[in-house]
């Protein structure tokens, strides 16, 4: 068993999540790395890490693999909730499937993963969960619409659990990025959208490296269990 306790990582197969698996792995944790692409975890060749194939719908299918990974490092001492989707686009023109595959991935999946050990922390009374947000969960964008619904929910709900959670010692973490370099508009469908996105990300300087976001999470993680810091709000410099 590792001396470093472990650490959960749902959407590690690329962008923020793969560079935060990255980052906790060089600082020594054991990893349970969940994704769907489960050739991309392999390619990670991360050592003492469990990668389960597995889609943060699958409530069932998280908490095995919770259980499977703990039996071997001892209990998940963080959980990023990271996995999301964004399907930016015209309300007016988007197909409802694409809100409803938003709104079950971004908001009832991180739920599943806080649920998975949720319990755990509690009665070790330790441990912190880490809540992928974004910008898009403070301000709102007219062609982000169901995406921003989805990361008010998770401001909303991490909140709620900071309050439930500080007398059981656990810590909330809420992640708030700006404009990051992964491929979380390889998706997206209305080129229009896409368009304007492109033209906003390059009239700022581009974006920023997804391992800017990793170290902060580490550094909020590394704090003593008795301090936070409650939202990590990460954009380019030149982003409103
Ligand atoms: P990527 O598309 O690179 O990563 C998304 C990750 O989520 C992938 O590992 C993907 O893995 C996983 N994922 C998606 N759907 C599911 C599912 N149903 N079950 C399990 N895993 C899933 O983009 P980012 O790294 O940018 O996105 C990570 C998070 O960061 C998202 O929540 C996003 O909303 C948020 N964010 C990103 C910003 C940015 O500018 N990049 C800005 C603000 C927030 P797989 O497909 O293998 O399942």
Redesign the pocket.
């Known amino acids: 068993m590792s001396e470093k306790p472990l650490i959960a990582i ?9 560079a935060v698996a990255r980052a906790f792995s060089k600082a020594g944790h054991p990893l349970l790395l ?4 489960l050739d ?1 975890l392999e390619a990670l060749g991360l050592p003492n890490a469990v990668l389960k194939k ?4 699958d409530r069932a299918a998280l908490a095995g693999a919770v259980g499977e990974a703990e039996a071997t490092f001892g209990p998940v001492d963080m959980m990023f909730a ?5 399907r930016l686009g015209d309300i007016a023109r988007q197909a409802p499937e694409e809100w409803d595959e938003m709104i079950d ?2 908001t009832k ?1 991180v739920m599943n993963s806080v649920h998975a050990v949720l319990t755990g922390m509690i009665s070790r009374k330790h441990g912190t969960l880490v809540m ?5 969960g403070r301000k709102v964008y007219p062609d982000h619409t169901v995406y921003c619904g989805t ?1 008010f929910f998770v401001h909303a709900v991490s909140e709620s659990l900071r309050e439930y959670l500080a007398p059981h010692d656990v810590r909330v973490i809420v992640v ?9 508009l ?1 998706h997206v469908k209305d080129e229009t959208t896409l368009a304007n996105y492109k033209a906003n990300k390059a009239a700022i300087g581009g ?1 920023i490296s ?1 391992d800017v976001v990793a170290d902060l999470i580490l550094d909020a993680y590394q704090l003593p269990q008795r301090a936070i810091v409650q939202e990590i709000v990460i954009t380019p410099t030149r982003q409103k």
Not at 54 to 57: I, M, N, S, T
Not at 82 to 86: D, F, L, P, Q, S
Not at 132 to 136: D, E, L, N, V, Y
């Open positions: 749902t959407g590690a197969s690329s962008g923020i999540g793969e969940i994704a769907r692409r991309r597995a889609d943060v719908r990271n996995a999301g989707i964004a991935i971004n999946g992928m947000s974004s910008i898009a990361k708030s990025p700006g404009i990051i370099d992964t491929e979380v390889d974006g997804a």
